[in-house]
């Protein structure tokens, strides 16, 4: 089962993509964003975009809801879902998160291996990292409530979990652009 990164990871900036579009004070100085402010985004993101391969090697991305707990991205899906199926034939996937604005925000992707949780221990904190983050259910369209924890206890959804092996930060401020990479 992944556990959090033992040590925090490398950072470069790829300067190639970290310029300001017009000259301005302090926009010269752009630097590798910290591996701690990523983590901040991680935690605070509601909606991720997980991308996997299918077994005939087009690709699927859908969202998801993701936690963030000790250095491992947590997301489920029903047994039968698309996103399932994959990452039964290929654990390679990637999480993405971010904005949609071209002059701010902060995007990220998590390059990893989704690994199926199974262990009941770590499946109750993960529930509790959910519901701490979401709330304890989440509403359909039709005013149903599923139960995340439930979900997850009856069968009914799958957690997997995606240690980081390599991730990106794309950084917008008012023309300033950075992209950061870290490795694991």
């Known amino acids: 089962m992944p556990t959090g990164p033992a040590q925090q990871p490398t950072a470069e900036l790829d300067a190639r993509y970290s310029s300001a579009l017009t000259p ?13 402010e990523a983590q901040r985004q991680l935690e605070a993101a509601e909606i991720f975009w997980v991308s996997t391969v299918r077994p005939d090697g087009r690709l699927h ?3 998801v809801i993701a936690a963030w707990h000790d250095g491992v991205l947590y997301f ?3 047994p039968g879902e698309q996103k399932a199926k994959n990452l039964s034939h290929d654990v390679h996937c990637a999480l993405t998160t971010g904005g949609n ?12 291996k989704a690994e199926r949780v199974t262990d009941p ?4 904190e993960v529930i509790a990292a959910h519901e701490a983050k979401y709330g304890p259910h989440i509403t359909s369209p039709e005013g149903t409530f599923h139960g995340i924890g439930d979900s997850f206890r009856s069968g009914d959804a799958v957690l ?8 990106y930060g794309f950084g917008r401020d008012n ?4 992209h950061t990479r870290w490795v694991f």
């Open 121 to 124: 221990a770590l499946l109750e």
């Open 61 to 63: 991305v859908t969202p």
């Open 76 to 78: 489920s899906t029903g």
């Open 24 to 36: 301005r004070p302090g926009a010269a100085g752009v630097t590798a964003t910290e591996w701690a």
């Open 160 to 167: 997997f979990a995606v240690a980081p092996t390599t991730a």
């Open 101 to 112: 604005a071209l002059t701010e925000g902060f995007d990220l992707v998590i390059e990893g």
């Open 175 to 178: 023309g300033v652009y950075s």
